[in-house]
């Protein structure tokens, strides 16, 4: 939440937080509408507000949140974000093994980038096919690589490891004989920044793709609708807070599905 937080820091400037109002907020939502932001990018700079100024209650610099009858700008545009196409998922999972690991684990996990990054040999439990997540990664206003422990029920979980992922997992243990407490996509500390962008980006020229690592995410999780996994469960495996979230997904997913059988 850096770039939002730093967002509400330069629209409101020096205004003392015990003079914020609803009016304030619900200035600051209409001008980031003003600005092309979606529903979901604008809603979720008012709950980054909204837990600023919570966190003012809470230690009795405020007597209530404002934030919490600002109205949200009606007619946001919705942009939802799509899984990666079925030919760049073909050419990740068809790359030569010597390519970089990272975006097939996000394909085949449904990982985000910072769980990614902040993953350790030894939360990979080969003898149990899982994978223990248990610290993500963030990066600051330099480049450096921040750690940070999963404090959340639903960040904090396992995942399965598909057969093809243990496959390629062992044979890169068996290439660099990893130390399991070093970081799977590091050493002993995890990427910057810089590293982690320079090396999607080339991967992303050699192998022939654009997609997102959020796009490959999203593709986990319509691969996973599509294997019949029920809601619940895919919920405690990708890392939702709130079902409805997933809900979503399957609800995408179906609309997909229906319009792909018309039209055949």
């Not at 962008?197 to 999203?218: A, D, F, N, P």
């Not at 996973?224 to 895919?234: E, K």
């Not at 919920?235 to 609800?251: F, P, Q």
């Amino acid at each position: 939440y850096h770039n939002t937080t730093k967002r509400a820091k330069d629209f409101f400037g020096s205004i003392p937080i015990t003079d914020v109002t609803t009016a304030d907020i619900t200035k600051y939502l209409h001008h980031l509408a003003r600005q092309g932001f979606s529903k979901k990018t604008v809603k979720n700079h008012k709950i980054v507000v909204s837990r600023i100024l919570h966190f003012a209650t809470v230690e009795c610099y405020i007597k209530h949140n404002p934030a919490r009858d600002a109205e949200m700008p009606r007619n946001l545009p919705e942009k939802k974000r799509k899984p990666a196409t079925p030919t760049e998922e073909k050419a990740i999972r068809s790359a030569s093994e010597d390519e970089w690991i990272l975006p097939y684990f996000a394909l085949m996990t449904g990982m985000r980038r910072g769980e990614l990054i902040g993953l350790k040999w030894s939360d990979i439990d080969l003898e149990h096919d899982l994978i223990h997540v248990q610290r993500s990664v963030w990066y600051g206003d330099g480049t450096a690589a921040h750690i940070k422990s999963t404090k959340t029920e639903a960040g904090q979980r396992m995942i399965p490891i598909l057969v093809p992922l243990k496959e390629r997992i062992m044979k890169e243990i068996k290439k660099c004989k990893p130390i399991p407490d070093h970081y799977v996509f590091g050493d002993e500390k995890p990427l910057t920044e810089k590293a982690y962008r320079h090396r999607y980006k080339k991967y992303k020229e050699r192998v022939g793709i654009s997609s997102t690592l959020h796009q490959l995410r999203k593709s986990f999780a319509t691969a996973a609708v599509d294997a019949n996994i029920p809601v619940d469960v895919l919920k405690e495996i990708i890392g939702h807070r709130d079902i409805s979230t997933t809900l979503n997904i399957y609800a995408e997913v179906r609309e997909s599905r229906i319009k792909e059988a018309g039209n055949t």
